[in-house]
């Protein structure tokens, strides 16, 4: 269940209540793939972070190793030690992306492995059932991913292949959610807005999936590729037709800067595998903008990456020591950069959240909103 608390402009501060905790929006989900931060970062990990969501790979996990055998392990929850909500993305981003071979049709998509070429079968049906298994607080509908720019016509007929998608998703969940043995019976779903960078395709796909009451909502298919001043525009084009009532999810988004922007434009909730890969290259975000620590001038720094920060990298070690870290080629600079970047990233969403509860939202973005995305 969404609250709304308050608003400053279209910018909203609320609070998500799940079977599995309470979310203070906006907030940031952290991005564990397979059950895990890359980097070597844990969920016991994120709790000292900051962290309120993490956000687990349903294609990843039913490929390796196996939804059934999470299910058996006690779901997701049990199986990662990360108690507060987790989110599954539905699988449909990594088919259209990572499968090769792939053929679509109206029950779902044909496709083989990654990993290990097999064949597998994914709809509607099969994600959610994927999805069960792993006993998720929220999960995603199956959608279909179209590549931006896509002809009109292409975009029409996924978005609305989308909404026919999403209506099984729903009838499956709720035939799942009643079954004596399923892992979490209060699994939350969420629906993807597609349409490419059309504005009526955006806002008559929003239309049709709001009828349908669904726990949250989120615009996909955006970040892939096209100028930010177009994402932009699309969010702004669909958020009138977004419920107020319910929690809104932009996927895949972003920089501090797009974070920020997309606020301002009423979402909620955000994920982006940007913090931590970001960091295990060295590229590490601070309030004063992008540094790279492999740069000749951190040699003989002894100072933290950021001075104030709070993180457990920088209240032990220096950019000298890290910078070597890097060059020694040894695991843990890639460990130490990623808890920074994600503790800066969560650090953010809660000073969002501050500027909020202050109604000095506009001040903080006038000041960091361009900022936060230069590099030093």
């Known amino acids: 269940m969404y609250k709304l608390i308050k608003k400053e402009n279209n910018a909203r501060r609320g609070e998500f209540v799940t079977v599995h905790g309470t979310v203070q929006t906006p907030a940031f989900m952290n991005v564990a793939?397979?059950?895990a931060i890359k980097g070597a970062v844990s969920a016991l990990d994120l709790k000292e972070l900051g962290c309120q969501v993490q956000l687990c790979n349903t294609y990843h996990l039913h490929v390796r190793p196996g939804d059934e055998l999470v299910k058996k392990l006690g779901g997701i929850h049990k199986f990662?030690?990360?108690?507060?909500?987790?989110?599954?993305?539905?699988?449909?981003?990594?088919?259209?992306?990572?499968?090769?071979?792939?053929?679509r049709k109206e029950e779902g998509v044909n496709f083989n492995s990654h990993v290990d070429g097999r064949?597998?079968?994914m709809g509607p049906e099969e994600s959610m059932r994927i999805q069960s298994n792993l006993g998720s607080t929220i999960a995603m509908a199956f959608d279909e991913c179209v590549?931006?720019?896509?002809?009109?016509?292409?975009?029409k007929e996924a978005a609305d292949r989308t909404v026919r998608w999403l209506i099984r998703c729903k009838a499956e969940m709720e035939r799942l959610n009643s079954l004596?043995?399923?892992?979490?019976?209060?699994?939350?779903?969420?629906?993807?807005?597609?349409?490419?960078?059309?504005?009526?395709?955006r806002i008559e796909n929003m239309k049709q999936i709001a009828e349908l009451d669904l726990d949250g909502y989120a615009i996909g298919g955006l970040a892939v590729g096209e100028p930010?001043?177009?994402?932009?525009?699309?969010?702004?084009?669909?958020?009138?037709?977004?419920?107020?009532?319910?929690?809104?999810?932009?996927?895949?988004?972003?920089?501090?800067?797009?974070?920020?922007?997309?606020?301002?434009?009423g979402v909620d909730l955000f994920d982006c595998v940007m913090p931590s890969r970001n960091a295990r290259h060295g590229h590490l975000f601070t309030h004063s903008g992008i540094i790279n620590?492999?740069?000749?001038?951190?040699?003989?720094?002894?100072?933290?990456?950021?001075?104030?920060?709070?993180?457990?990298?920088?209240?032990?070690?220096?950019?000298?020591?890290?910078?070597?870290?890097?060059?020694?080629?040894?695991?843990?600079?890639?460990?130490?950069?990623?808890?920074?970047?994600?503790?800066?990233?969560?650090?953010?969403?809660?000073?969002?959240?501050?500027?909020?509860?202050?109604?000095?939202?506009?001040?903080?973005?006038?000041?960091?909103?361009?900022?936060?995305?230069?590099?030093i």
């Open 33 to 35: 793939t397979c059950g």
């Open 80 to 103: 990662t030690r990360w108690e507060g909500p987790i989110l599954t993305d539905s699988g449909g981003f990594q088919v259209f992306s990572l499968a090769k071979l792939r053929k």
């Open 119 to 121: 064949h597998i079968f």
């Open 147 to 155: 590549e931006n720019p896509a002809e009109y016509r292409y975009a």
């Open 180 to 201: 004596p043995d399923t892992v979490n019976n209060n699994q939350l779903l969420f629906g993807i807005n597609q349409g490419c960078t059309y504005e009526d395709l």
């Open 228 to 265: 930010k001043e177009d994402m932009y525009r699309i969010i702004s084009a669909v958020e009138p037709y977004m419920p107020a009532d319910k929690i809104r999810y932009l996927m895949g988004v972003g920089t501090p800067g797009n974070i920020i922007e997309a606020v301002s434009r």
């Open 293 to 375: 620590i492999s740069n000749e001038k951190y040699l003989d720094d002894d100072t933290p990456i950021e001075e104030g920060c709070q993180c457990p990298t920088c209240q032990h070690f220096s950019k000298a020591y890290i910078r070597h870290l890097f060059k020694a080629k040894e695991m843990l600079a890639m460990r130490l950069c990623v808890m920074h970047n994600l503790y800066f990233y969560n650090t953010l969403m809660r000073e969002i959240r501050d500027a909020l509860d202050e109604n000095r939202f506009e001040e903080y973005k006038e000041k960091y909103v361009d900022l936060l995305d230069t590099r």
